[in-house]
């Protein structure tokens, strides 16, 4: 079992930055892949960014690119993704997933963890 616990999310201005904090518990965080999703109202939830279990590997959407970053600190169980230049598009609920498999995953089937979700909206 893993739990998984996302904050950060709040009401922002188009450019402005925010970071997404994700506390993992349950199990050894060094074993776990993790990945962000997003979902906004009446549409599927789809990949955002991932980083593997060895701090390494990243990879991101297309549409985020150059705007977003994962990171984790392994001492605190903690995978953030800090969000920059955010966009109105971006408005969505945010969450936090983990899977043992090794490497990066971008497909939600793939992993067997969820956090609650944190809300990120960005109007002005």
């Known amino acids: 079992q893993v739990q998984l616990v996302e904050s950060g999310g709040r009401l922002v201005q188009p450019g402005d930055s925010l970071r997404l904090s994700c506390a993992a518990s349950g199990r050894t965080f060094s074993t776990l892949s993790m990945g962000w999703f997003r979902q906004a109202p009446g549409e599927e939830r789809t990949f955002v960014a991932g980083?593997?279990?060895?701090?390494?590997?990243?990879q991101y959407a297309d549409s985020v690119k150059g705007r977003l970053a994962v990171s984790r600190d392994m001492a605190k169980n903690t995978v953030y993704l800090q969000m920059n230049s955010l966009k109105p598009e971006d408005t969505a609920v945010y969450y936090c997933?983990?899977?043992?498999?090794?490497?990066?995953?971008?497909?939600?089937?793939?992993?067997?963890?969820w956090g609650q979700g944190t809300q990120v909206t960005v109007s002005s």
């Open positions: 980083i593997s279990q060895n701090n390494i590997t990243t």
């Open positions: 997933a983990a899977t043992s498999r090794l490497g990066v995953w971008t497909n939600s089937r793939s992993f067997d963890y």
